[in-house]
T-cell receptor, first 113, second 113 residues
Framework: GAGVSQSPRYKVAKRGQDVALRCDPI?????LFWYQQALGQGPEFLTY????????KSGLPSDRFFAERPEGSVSTLKIQRTQQEDSAVYLC???????????FGSGTRLTVV | KQEVTQIPAALSVPEGENLVLNCSFT??????LQWFRQDPGKGLTSLLL?????REQTSGRLNASLDKSSGRSTLYIAASQPGDSATYLC????????????FGAGTILRVKS
C-alpha cells in the first residue's frame, strides 16, 4: 500500500480484556517497529522486527505484551489483561532497511476503562 | 540510558516569524537524528534526517543542524505559517543500542494568523 495502515483507529477495552492491534506496513519494507505514545509524551520503543524475526523486544513493558509478524509482512501487537496504564496511542512504523527514513502509521488509540 | 530533551515544550509565535526548536541528547554516539511533525490524532511525518557524518539538512523552509560534540540539534523554520502548527519531535538513533529511535517529548508549536 501507499502508507502504513493500522487498525482499529480507536479501541475501548474494559480492564482485563485482551486486545489485538494490527499493522500493515509498506510493501517490501523489511523493518517494522512498534512504539507506545502516552498523552503529552514522545513515542517509546516497544519492539522491532526484521522480516519475521523479532530482533528486539526490550521495550515491551510486561509479559502481557506480545507481538508477532509471522510472514514478515503484517504485524499484530497483543495486550493481555489490559490495565488502565496501557491506555496510549500505539504507533507502527516501517522502513526499507536500517538506515532509511521511517514511515509511521496513524496509530491506534487504546483506552482502557 | 540515552535521553533526548526538547525545549521549549510549547511555543506560540505570530505568522511570518522565524523560529528555532531545540533538541539535546546525552549520548554522542548517535547514528542519525530525525525530526518529525505530528498533527493531532495523526501519526508522525518525517521532516528531515541527518546522518552523524552530516552537519545539516534543508527542505524548503526547514533547516536542521546536528552538532554531535555538544549533543545538540536545532530545527529552524523560516517565515512560519499557521499550517506549521503541530507538535515537532526529534529522535536519535543509536545502533549500539539496537535499531530503534529515542524520542524527545516534543515541542507544541502554534503559529497565530
Amino acid at each position: 500500500g501507499a502508507g502504513v495502515s493500522q487498525s482499529p483507529r480507536y479501541k475501548v477495552a474494559k480492564r482485563g480484556q485482551d486486545v489485538a492491534l494490527r499493522c500493515d506496513p509498506i510493501s517490501g519494507h523489511v523493518s517494522l517497529f512498534w512504539y507506545q505514545q502516552a498523552l503529552g509524551q514522545g513515542p517509546e520503543f516497544l519492539t522491532y522486527f526484521q522480516n519475521e524475526a523479532q530482533l528486539d523486544k526490550s521495550g515491551l513493558p510486561s509479559d502481557r505484551f506480545f507481538a508477532e509478524r509471522p510472514e514478515g509482512s503484517v504485524s499484530t501487537l497483543k495486550i493481555q489483561r489490559t490495565q488502565q496504564e496501557d491506555s496510549a496511542v500505539y504507533l507502527c512504523a516501517s522502513s526499507q532497511g536500517q538506515v532509511n527514513d521511517y514511515t509511521f502509521g496513524s496509530g491506534t488509540r487504546l483506552t482502557v476503562v | 540510558k540515552q535521553e533526548v530533551t526538547q525545549i521549549p515544550a510549547a511555543l506560540s509565535v505570530p505568522e511570518g516569524e522565524n523560529l528555532v526548536l531545540n533538541c539535546s541528547f546525552t549520548d554522542s554516539a548517535i547514528y542519525n537524528l530525525q525530526w518529525f511533525r505530528q498533527d493531532p490524532g495523526k501519526g508522525l511525518t518525517s521532516l528531515l534526517l541527518i546522518q552523524s557524518s552530516q552537519r545539516e539538512q534543508t527542505s524548503g523552509r526547514l533547516n536542521a543542524s546536528l552538532d554531535k560534540s555538544s549533543g545538540r540539534s536545532t530545527l529552524y523554520i523560516a517565515a512560519s505559517q499557521p499550517g506549521d502548527s503541530a507538535t515537532y519531535l526529534c529522535a536519535g538513533k543509536y545502533m549500539e543500542y539496537g535499531n530503534k529511535l529515542v524520542f524527545g517529548a516534543g515541542t507544541i508549536l502554534r503559529v497565530k494568523s
